[in-house]
């Protein structure tokens, strides 16, 4: 029987095949997932088939497999990230703009963004800076490029940037926008300690980049020295001040503003429970009102009773609202007396000056007659000088003669 040159070239494919290779067992060596138990002989008999860790690839079978080619490419240069929707959305920087980002946070977005996208050269991640800039803040970095054109990346733009842009001005001595921070009047003092460590942070990466040594001196010691001379909350900085927070670490210090921030609160609501203690029994001693006048939108609405939580002796509370209650009655006590010295001193400058006058008024009248009353006569009428009825006193006869003889007299002589 004559064969087809098709019917030949399967005939001599089928003799080539192992003789005990079936279907089945052909299957079996092809790559899947699950595999049934039976089929471990045709692996122990082929063992070229089936690689020991990973399935069969018909590429691989082929000597075409690219996965070894993509791997030895990743593994030549550095390890490729995917971008996320936060890195492409890194806003434009344009210059200083009231409600926009902070250059030094836009730069971190954009260190971010070129670590993600991978090794580059550096004219590319300068012009990546470029394509993220706007305004005033492009012509900077165009104006860089025109000048060196030769060796220009991304640190650099960031540089140039950060000489015209960048916050910290203080080009003699980074350290003093530091040393000049101070609590602001809107802070609480673990707001500041923050703030106070962002700053630090900031100084450091500007003397970095400006190539400064660090300073001798510990950064826990200059955090908490700053911290403690710029602190303008007394009853913190005199709780911290026992604790000698120079010889601590800064997060040991914040922990403990945590700590009287606490104490703090629990304090505030101890001394709320001991006002509306007192409200009640004040509410109590007072005779109970069983209803309101009416009100403007209806009928008149019940008083609710104050009912007060009685503290019984083993209520934990009990003492620490006692001693509550002793120091506001001391503060009463010395409020008190401060206010009875204060009117006493004024009742004795009082009487003192009473007497000055008496004093006074008696040095000018001791002088002058005094004149009897007459009860019963009539009023007495006639001269005040020389005691003649007969005449007035502006009618006096003595009173003519002393002025006849004030002017007689020749008047003085003048020295002019």
Not at 387 to 410: E, I, K
């Given at each position: 029987?004559?064969?087809?040159?098709?019917?030949?070239?399967?005939?001599?494919?089928?003799?080539?095949?192992?003789?005990?290779?079936?279907?089945?067992?052909?299957?079996?060596?092809?790559?899947?997932?699950?595999?049934?138990?039976?089929?471990?002989?045709?692996?122990?008999?082929?063992?070229?088939?089936?690689?020991?860790?990973?399935?069969?690839?018909?590429?691989?079978?082929?000597?075409?497999?690219?996965?070894?080619?993509?791997?030895?490419?990743?593994?030549?240069?550095?390890?490729?990230?995917?971008?996320?929707?936060?890195?492409?959305?890194?806003?434009?920087?344009?210059?200083?703009?009231?409600?926009?980002?902070?250059?030094?946070?836009?730069?971190?977005?954009?260190?971010?963004?070129?670590?993600?996208?991978?090794t580059a050269p550096g004219i590319l991640q300068f012009h990546e800076a470029v394509r993220h800039t706007g305004g005033k803040a492009r012509d900077v970095l165009?104006?860089?490029?025109?000048?060196?054109?030769?060796?220009?990346?991304?640190?650099?733009?960031?540089?140039?940037?950060?000489?015209?842009?960048?916050?910290?001005?203080?080009?003699?001595?980074?350290?003093?926008?530091?040393?000049?921070?101070?609590?602001?009047?809107?802070?609480?003092?673990?707001?500041?300690?923050?703030?106070?460590?962002?700053?630090?942070?900031?100084?450091?990466?500007?003397?970095?980049?400006?190539?400064?040594?660090?300073?001798?001196?510990?950064?826990?010691k200059m955090l908490a020295t700053q911290f403690m001379v710029g602190l303008k909350n007394l009853h913190y900085k005199q709780r911290l001040a026992p604790m000698?927070?120079?010889?601590?670490?800064?997060?040991?210090?914040?922990?403990?503003?945590?700590?009287?921030?606490?104490?703090?609160?629990?304090?505030?609501?101890?001394?709320?429970?001991?006002?509306?203690?007192?409200?009640?029994?004040?509410?109590?001693?007072?005779?109970?009102?069983?209803?309101?006048?009416?009100?403007?939108?209806?009928?008149?609405?019940?008083?609710?009773?104050?009912?007060?939580?009685?503290?019984?002796?083993?209520?934990?509370?009990?003492?620490?609202?006692?001693?509550?209650?002793?120091?506001?009655?001391?503060?009463?006590?010395?409020?008190?007396?401060?206010?009875?010295?204060?009117?006493?001193?004024?009742?004795?400058?009082?009487?003192?000056?009473?007497?000055?006058?008496?004093?006074?008024?008696?040095?000018?009248?001791?002088?002058?007659?005094?004149?009897?009353?007459?009860?019963?006569?009539?009023?007495?009428?006639?001269?005040?000088?020389?005691?003649?009825?007969?005449?007035?006193?502006?009618?006096?006869?003595?009173?003519?003669?002393?002025?006849?003889?004030?002017?007689?007299?020749?008047?003085?002589?003048?020295?002019?």
């Amino acid at each position: 029987m004559t064969q087809t040159p098709n019917q030949h070239r399967t005939a001599h494919l089928i003799s080539d095949t192992p003789p005990q290779l079936t279907p089945q067992t052909t299957y079996a060596v092809t790559p899947g997932l699950g595999q049934s138990p039976n089929m471990e002989g045709a692996h122990r008999q082929y063992p070229h088939l089936v690689p020991p860790s990973e399935g069969v690839s018909p590429l691989r079978l082929a000597g075409l497999d690219p996965l070894h080619t993509a791997a030895e490419q990743r593994g030549q240069g550095a390890p490729r990230m995917l971008t996320t929707h936060q890195v492409k959305s890194v806003p434009t920087f344009s210059g200083k703009e009231r409600h926009g980002p902070r250059l030094e946070d836009w730069i971190r977005d954009m260190r971010f963004l070129l670590g993600c996208k991978g090794t580059a050269p550096g004219i590319l991640q300068f012009h990546e800076a470029v394509r993220h800039t706007g305004g005033k803040a492009r012509d900077v970095l165009l104006n860089l490029e025109s000048r060196t054109p030769e060796g220009l990346d991304a640190e650099k733009a960031f540089v140039e940037l950060l000489e015209e842009y960048g916050e910290d001005k203080s080009a003699l001595s980074p350290v003093a926008k530091f040393y000049a921070r101070v609590q602001r009047g809107n802070e609480t003092p673990m707001e500041f300690a923050i703030g106070l460590e962002s700053t630090l942070r900031e100084v450091e990466e500007t003397r970095r980049r400006r190539g400064q040594k660090s300073e001798e001196e510990s950064r826990d010691k200059m955090l908490a020295t700053q911290f403690m001379v710029g602190l303008k909350n007394l009853h913190y900085k005199q709780r911290l001040a026992p604790m000698q927070p120079r010889f601590m670490a800064f997060r040991d210090v914040r922990r403990e503003l945590h700590i009287i921030e606490e104490e703090e609160r629990q304090a505030a609501d101890l001394r709320r429970q001991q006002t509306s203690f007192s409200m009640s029994e004040v509410a109590q001693s007072l005779p109970q009102v069983k209803a309101l006048g009416k009100d403007v939108k209806g009928p008149a609405q019940p008083v609710k009773e104050v009912v007060p939580v009685p503290l019984g002796p083993n209520d934990p509370n009990t003492p620490i609202i006692q001693q509550l209650m002793t120091q506001q009655l001391e503060e009463m006590k010395g409020m008190h007396r401060g206010q009875m010295e204060a009117l006493d001193r004024v009742l004795q400058e009082q009487r003192q000056h009473g007497q000055r006058l008496a004093r006074l008024e008696g040095a000018v009248f001791q002088h002058q007659p005094t004149r009897q009353p007459q009860s019963g006569k009539p009023p007495y009428t006639g001269c005040f000088n020389c005691g003649d009825r007969r005449h007035l006193a502006r009618n006096c006869p003595s009173l003519t003669t002393v002025s006849n003889h004030s002017s007689s007299r020749p008047p003085p002589l003048s020295l002019c």
